[in-house]
């Protein structure tokens, strides 16, 4: 068949997700298997959500609130904000694709940290911008660098805070230091994903009326702590200006109406909230202390996932942990050829986790 493709479409390297446990159990022959590659919330759904998409279930019918006024409206109170600053979502996903559509042209300047979430290159590449990656310092985002690396033909800036898959944060007097530097008109995207997680006190967290006066972007999402990923739905907090701009080029339909008041009943669900946050902290806390008495090297997150030496290479040891029914993140695609991801699970799925690694990383010393 023959078409004709744009150069830069060519060369994007596909994002490759998570593997889904279905896959995993029918290629394995497995069950019970377990999944902690993506991020997700091991709690499942808010109830509270659950229950708004029963509720909505016989209006299906009906196409979505094109506005989507009710979660807008929830989210800027929830925020301090007016309805006018926040933009909603098919997934935060959705929100990077509406800025890169409606601020760039081929050929302009949109810089990312590396590695960081891969969607910030791939949506921009998608769009013929010149992507410029500034590697990070110590596993946490160098702004200074960053901010050297700003040129005339830059447009777009993107601050993943806590990084994934690093798990480290931007402080706020770092990030105050690196606005100073940056021409005014050059967008500034900070991606908050897992920002509900953060317990360091020193961490940036934007999002506040003060700062919608200047192009900044706030992205968050209620795929993580609200348990909602599978629904796609997330927003970005911005200068009303810019989310007029973006409206125009959003399909009014991009967030179905069961996201929609599913998020909308999450974000009253603070209980479930704090629940996934003592759990992933919980977490967190007895798998640093087994990854040490196993004498593995491990990176201190502020998200609800973290980094493992695992000291020989990921990919086989991602393979091998599958054969245990253990889903992991080999991190070799982002730079880092013996380091795996885990995000935290529940108790059992960590102690399932924790004999896995051990079956598998001692199956190697044999
Ligand atoms: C840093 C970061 N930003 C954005 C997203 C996408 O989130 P959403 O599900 O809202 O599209 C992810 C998902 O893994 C992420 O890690």
């Not at 997680?197 to 900044?216: E, K, M, Y």
């Amino acid at each position: 068949m023959k078409f004709t493709v744009p150069d830069y479409i060519q060369a994007i390297e596909p994002y490759v997700p998570g593997k889904p446990l279905e896959n995993l159990e029918r290629e394995y022959g497995i069950s019970d298997s377990v999944k902690l590659a993506s991020n997700e919330n091991p709690l499942g759904p808010s109830p509270k959500a659950l229950a708004a998409i029963r509720n909505g279930l016989a209006a299906l019918h009906r196409y979505p609130d094109g506005a989507g006024h009710l979660l807008t409206r929830k989210i800027a109170v929830a925020n301090g904000i007016l309805p006018a600053n926040v933009v909603i979502g098919n997934g935060s996903d959705d929100i990077i694709a509406l800025l890169v559509r409606a601020l760039i042209r081929p050929g302009d300047r949109v810089i990312v940290p590396r590695p960081s979430f891969l969607m910030y290159a791939i949506t921009a590449s998608a769009a013929g911008a010149r992507v410029d990656a500034v590697p990070l310092k110590d596993l946490a985002m160098d702004l200074d660098a960053m901010a050297e690396r700003v040129t005339t033909g830059t447009r777009l800036v993107f601050v993943c805070n806590p990084n994934n898959p690093t798990g480290t944060v931007v402080t706020q007097t770092s990030f105050d230091r690196f606005m100073t530097r940056l021409p005014e008109d050059v967008v500034v995207v900070v991606d908050e994903a897992y920002i509900e997680f953060a317990s360091n006190p020193d961490c940036l967290i934007t999002g506040q009326p003060s700062d919608v006066n200047r192009p900044l972007v706030t992205l968050r999402t209620f795929s993580k702590v609200y348990g909602l990923a599978g629904l796609r739905v997330g927003y970005g907090i911005m200068p009303a200006s810019l989310a007029e701009l973006l409206n125009r080029v959003r399909p009014p339909f991009n967030v179905n109406s069961m996201a929609q008041a599913a998020a909308a009943a999450a974000l009253d669900d603070q209980a479930f909230l704090q629940q996934t946050v003592g759990l992933v902290h919980r977490g967190l806390r007895d798998l640093y202390d087994a990854l040490e008495r196993l004498g593995l090297t491990y990176f201190k997150t502020e998200a609800n996932f973290f980094l493992i030496d695992v000291g020989q290479p990921a990919d086989v040891v991602f393979e091998n942990m599958l054969r245990q029914g253990v889903i992991v993140r080999s991190m070799r695609a982002y730079g880092f050829p013996t380091y795996i991801r885990i995000n935290v699970g529940l108790e059992p799925e960590n102690r399932r986790f924790l004999r896995a690694l051990e079956t598998v990383l001692s199956q190697k010393e044999a």
